[in-house]
């Protein structure tokens, strides 16, 4: 009988810890779900606007934001597309990367020979000297092609070794659906890529401090060389100059790559600014209009749907941090520690939300709800924590413990120590005067039962003589 109520005990206390919710109330949702169910990264398969077309003509747009990895808009991001001059970005980037910018550059007439007749050029000469810098200038803010072979040349020693470079570092960024055949971007049916792959590219590019200056340069002086008088090399993108097209300019943009061929059509990438974002569009294959066909424009259809683009999401959409620098988020019970394990995010952050909307629209789920075991680590990843606007993954962090938990251990109970009284002289006088009144006492006691006894005893014997008195008469 005491044993089942002792099994019966043990098996409540089980079920009362596994009864005992975690910080969360929802399944476990973990990382890679983010990205297949959210707007979470580059390779988001959602987007926070409806899904609406928000351009004209562009057979593949997006509009990222870099603070927060966040998808706002995605119209065709997969589809193949050709790269135009959105490939001389490659071009620049593996020039930095392999390449010194201060080391000069001798202009070869095999690089020269290579270029197709009627292509933009910065009037490159053979034999001319310039730095590998002032090519990137030629190259990204001109849209050079003659600076584009020269660079490859110089890097690589052969336009196709080059080829080569570029699409290995395609492979190394993650372009799943990008080939290059040429450094410049002209039509090639054979080269193609897509508006998420370009999303990926120049996200990464602009991590590079040269590569974000050449980009966002409105125009750049290149100084006399021995072939060459001074010259100004000024922006392809129209949204960035100003006044000489004050029909473009946007003060949003703050940077931009252009390109045009008949086959690709019209494209920009651009990063610009609002409410907080840091905003990279891509417009892809925009078709244009003529006032003059085939000599005067009347819209380029590049600038005016990444301007479509950019008065949507910056009247619609704001940047706001969710996770900040020691933000207590939660605590998680330990099993076996002396205390529960508070966590925060690992760094700060935010994501992409509509204009005014409350945060209690947002739902907070956490990865991992399984209990702790001691010890715990100060810093030790607990789990991850994702913010849901409905059913899309806005924005996740890591989660990790700001204290550390040790293993609990009993108290050890220490024996008292015997306390032996110091005997003075008082107290040896206290305890003879003790002694004495005790034997005292004990004499007095005797001296009374004495005599208790001799009287019963004379008692007993005069009781005795009465009753043989009586028996004798």
């Given amino acids: 009988m005491k044993k089942n109520r002792a099994l019966c005990l043990i098996f409540a206390i089980l079920m009362l810890l596994l009864s005992v919710p975690g910080p969360a109330q929802a399944e476990p949702i973990y990382s890679d779900q983010s990205v297949s169910s959210g707007c979470h990264s580059v390779d988001a398969a959602m987007q926070l606007t409806d899904g609406s077309k928000l351009t004209d003509t562009a057979k593949a747009a997006i509009v990222y934001e870099r603070k927060s990895d966040t998808m706002i808009y995605a119209w065709n991001p997969d589809q193949q597309i050709y ?9 620049a ?22 270029l197709p007749i009627g292509t933009i050029t910065a009037k490159l000469q053979a034999g001319e000297e310039l730095t590998l810098e002032q090519l990137l200038y030629c190259l990204m803010t001109a849209s050079a092609n003659d600076a584009a072979l020269v660079i490859a040349e110089h890097i690589a020693g052969s336009q196709s070794a080059f080829v080569d470079m570029m699409n290995q570092k395609a ?12 450094p410049h971007g002209l039509h090639d049916p054979n080269m193609h890529t897509t508006a998420r792959d370009i999303c990926r590219l120049t996200d990464a590019a602009l991590e590079n401090e040269l ?24 922006t392809s993108n129209l949204m960035m100059r100003q006044p000489a097209h004050k029909k473009y300019h946007d003060p949003r943009v703050t940077g931009g790559k252009t390109g045009s061929t008949d086959a690709g059509g019209r494209c920009l990438v651009a990063t610009a600014e609002g409410n907080g974002m840091e905003l990279l569009t891509i417009v892809m294959d925009a078709t244009p209009t003529y006032e003059i066909p085939g000599i005067s424009l009347a819209t380029y259809g590049s600038f005016e749907e990444t301007a479509q683009l950019l008065n949507h999401v910056i009247d619609n959409y704001e940047y706001r941090q969710l996770f900040y620098e020691g933000q207590v988020i939660t605590q998680y019970p330990v099993a076996g520690g002396e205390n529960s394990a508070v966590v925060q995010p690992v760094q700060p952050g935010g994501t992409v939300l509509p204009v005014n909307l409350d945060k209690n629209q947002l739902s907070w789920v956490y990865g991992n709800t399984a209990m702790l075991t001691a010890p715990v680590e100060k810093g030790q990843a607990i789990s991850t924590l994702q913010v849901w606007y409905g059913s899309k993954c806005l924005a996740q962090t890591d989660l990790v413990a700001i204290n550390s938990v040790a293993v609990w251990q009993e108290p050890v109970q220490h024996p008292r120590a015997e306390v032996k009284p110091e005997l003075g002289l008082w107290g040896i006088a206290g305890i003879i005067l003790f002694a004495i009144l005790a034997l005292a006492v004990i004499a007095v006691a005797t001296v009374l039962i004495l005599r208790f006894v001799r009287k019963a005893k004379r008692n007993a014997r005069r009781r005795s003589r009465r009753v043989n008195r009586r028996r004798s008469r």
Avoid: Q, W
């Fill in 83 to 91: 790269p135009t001059s959105t490939a001389k970005m490659m071009t």
């Fill in 93 to 114: 980037l593996i020039a930095i990367e392999k390449g010194d910018p201060a080391k000069k550059v001798i202009v070869s007439k095999r690089a020269l020979d290579e």
């Fill in 171 to 182: 492979a190394e960024l993650g372009c799943k659906d990008t080939v290059y055949t040429n």
């Fill in 211 to 234: 590569f974000r200056t050449l980009f966002c340069a409105k125009s750049h002086e290149i100084p006399a060389t021995n072939k060459s008088d001074a010259r100004t090399v000024t």
